[in-house]
């Protein structure tokens, strides 16, 4: 049988909504789920732990079945080995952070001594063994997120399930968590599953990311994949948020290929991640009057069409997606191998420091 994790999750949680789901994740691998609010993300993850008992499909996990209605198993959450970190942490408010990691140790038959014992070991993992007495209230937000982390990751699981698990953290945390993340996960040997509403999170974080709308998982792919060719409106919208990455000092971005582009926020400098929406950036068959701060020639390199509007793929000297109305394709007479020029207002690229660069 498939090592890893084998899921088809059939359930209906609330008489208008009904999850109907497959997900495969082999060993090493990180899948995220990427979707709006009120999906099916949360139900997934009640699904895949036993919370939410399936009424069809099945879960299975490297090889063995965890819930299968049509052959009568089902394996209780406490005897699913599974990790798994919540948006909200649920840690214990009483317990020291030792103990918090201790708990699921002490959980899988570990004595109270040699649970300690390898709870600290997480702990220092994670930056955190001088914290190590203090309870659930006295920890900041990244701290709870990283002992969160260390009491999943303890207990060696089969599976680790990240739900949500940087969208409480402001955004200086949240950057210094995804590098977190990106080591650990990097260093865990089994299937890693990310839920998340982020498309910026799930398009770092990930090796193939699959989108799910209404209960129904609409594409699979990686992030290229989604942002190539997004197959509804959601995922086009998702899809388009354009990625650069740069050094920004004295509000300019220098981006990797020497490409120089001016930003509004002059409090960032160092290493930064980029991001800008498709609708953002205009496109005119000649060079825009009023000197925008950015304005560029390009040529285009593909037109996707999406409902009543028009993707359109540029190339040179940074390779962007675009977005406009049928209507303003037409009337600019875009094609494929035509030269344009693009304006991108400084007040429309968001900035957030880089987690895959040292500062």
Known sequence: MTAGLDAHLVVSPGKDFTL???????????????????????TTVAAISGILPLEGGHV?????????????????????????????????????????VAFGLRGRGADRAAARREAHLWLERLDLGSLADRRPGDLSGGQAQRVALARALA???????????????????????????????DAYRGPRLLITHDPAEAFLLADTISVIEAGRITQTGTADDIRRHPVTPYAADLAGINLMAGVVADGSLTLENGHRVAVADRSVRGPILATVHPRAIALYDAEP????????????????PVG???????????????????????????APAVSVWIAIKASEINLQPNPGSPR
């Open 289 to 304: 009057h009023g000197s925008p701060r950015n304005a560029w020639p390009t040529v285009i390199t593909a037109l996707e």
């Open 20 to 42: 109907d789901v497959e997900l495969s994740i082999p060993p090493g691998h990180t899948a995220a789920l990427l979707g709006p609010n009120g999906a099916g993300k949360s």
């Open 155 to 185: 207990v060696d699981p089969d599976l680790l399930l990240l739900d949500e698990p940087l969208a409480a953290l402001d955004v200086t945390t949240r950057a210094q968590l995804r590098r977190v993340l990106t080591e650990h996960l």
């Open 308 to 334: 009543d509007r028009v993707r359109v793929q540029l190339g040179a000297p940074v390779a962007l997606t675009a977005e406009i109305t049928r209507a303003a394709a037409a009337g600019l007479r875009l």
């Open 60 to 100: 299975r996990l490297d090889g063995e079945v965890l819930d299968e209605p049509a052959r009568g198993r089902f394996v209780p959450v406490e005897q699913r080995r599974l990790g798994i970190v919540f948006q909200d942490y649920v840690l214990f408010p009483h317990l020291s952070a030792l103990d918090n």
